[in-house]
């Protein structure tokens, strides 16, 4: 038997309910390894065509789930924050409502948390209406050296495809307020904490996006969270002055720039070419079409 784990799953009112139920369907029906329970975050009141969705995915899960219901919307970190608090298990694996998990993800990354790993992510690969035929891949840094790295100008991560000990998580401080990178702070965090971390290069989870992904990568309230991450990450002493003022220079002009460069930029320095991903992602691609732009807010972070 491998080790039981939590699925935390946030909702809130601005996802889409057949991408919540295929999202659902991938990363607990078709798993070759299922989690042992469901966590569902609800943040706020949510619509009842979500609200059915919801039941109807509770009611057919092969595994309990718990719906742990926010009486208003606080956000994804907090959300997170509160799902963690209610999850039975120490190991986590984080999903979001709109992405696709293939059928071995867990069989791939729970062998790594239980070898000793704290954290452990993998590659992804973007799909949507906007994307060409194949996807763009996300593939992360493997080597624990380039992680740590990596991580002193850019996440080292992909978000949607970790898997956590919630103990080295809080250890770290947990989920803290930065809106659209609230993840690239707290796995920074644990990185400095002597988290042991990994990361698989096979795109493990397909990750939606849409006309509107690259121009939310941009703009005065992104780059107001991007100032405030590197002035933290200087004062608690992961980044030199040196780095600091790279990145405000790298990062803080990425958040500027026209989105037709940003979109570039992103794409030649971020992602590859996933002709040789290999044909279960491939199928699983073909199914995706554009998420309208969402209505606190669960947006998705920044590269």
Known sequence: MSTPFSLLLPVYRGD?????????????????????????????????ELASALERAESSSPVPVRRLRLKHNVGLAQALQCGLSACSHEVVARMDADDISLPHRFAVQLPLIEAGADLVGAGMREFGETTPSGGL??????????????????????????????????????????????????????????????????????????????????????????????????????????????????????????????TSLYRNRFTTSAGEAGSSVDREVGMGTAVPPRPVRHERSGA
């Open 16 to 48: 889409r309910a057949d991408y919540l139920a295929r999202a659902f369907q991938s990363t607990v029906h078709e798993q070759t390894v299922r989690p042992s329970e469901v966590v569902v975050v609800q943040d706020g009141q949510i619509g009842p």
């Open 137 to 262: 891949l996300r593939i992360p840094p493997t080597d624990p050296g380039q992680i740590a790295s990596e991580a002193r100008l850019r996440s080292p991560f992909n978000h949607p495809t970790v898997v956590y000990r919630r103990s080295a998580v809080l250890q770290a401080g947990g989920y803290r307020e930065l809106p659209l990178l609230e993840d690239y702070w707290l796995f920074t965090r644990m990185i400095e904490s002597g988290s042991v971390v990994a990361n698989v290069p096979e795109p493990l989870v397909l990750y939606r996006v849409d006309a509107g992904s690259y121009q939310r990568r941009g703009g005065v309230r992104l780059l107001r969270s991007e100032l405030g991450l590197q002035r933290r990450l200087h004062r608690e002493g992961f980044t030199s002055s040196g780095q600091m003022l790279r990145n405000v220079a790298v990062r803080g002009g990425y958040r500027v720039i026209p989105v037709g460069l940003r």
